[in-house]
């Protein structure tokens, strides 16, 4: 499966943004996707995550009133919406589609076998 994010750029603190995900190659409609972000100078780091059909979500607890998942199937793309943004959420954000169909949304990096190429969001204090 190949994954394209974009919707990345630099925002002021407070503003909003939406990235998007397109999932092509395999049947997105019955997999799992998620959103990891790597800080600058940090570990890679789970953001969210949504279920194939997408009524189960999960989020980094940190994150979830603020950050919001969700997918349509019929045009293969996961979106990740970004809401009162902050500087430590400057970051190369990923997506990634699950390694086994099915079953409850992950945290784990580990339950992701494909990735996308990332794309940098940077908020400006």
């Known amino acids: 499966v190949q994954l394209q994010a974009s919707g990345g750029g630099t925002v002021q603190t407070g503003g909003s943004l939406r990235l998007s995900c397109a999932a092509s190659g395999r049947s997105f409609s019955t997999t799992n996707m998620g959103w990891f972000r790597q800080p600058p100078g940090k570990e890679r780091e789970f953001v969210a995550a949504i279920g194939w059909s997408g009524d189960r979500t999960t989020y980094a607890d940190s994150l979830q009133d603020r950050f919001h998942i969700s997918r349509d199937n019929a045009k293969n793309t996961v979106y990740l919406q970004m809401y009162r943004l902050k500087p430590e959420d400057t970051a190369v954000y990923y997506c990634?589609?699950?390694?086994?169909?099915?079953?409850?949304?992950?945290?784990?990096?580990?339950?992701?076998?494909?990735w996308g190429q990332g794309t940098q969001l940077t908020v400006s204090s």
């Open positions: 990634a589609a699950a390694t086994v169909k099915y079953g409850p949304p992950t945290r784990r990096a580990d339950g992701y076998g494909y």
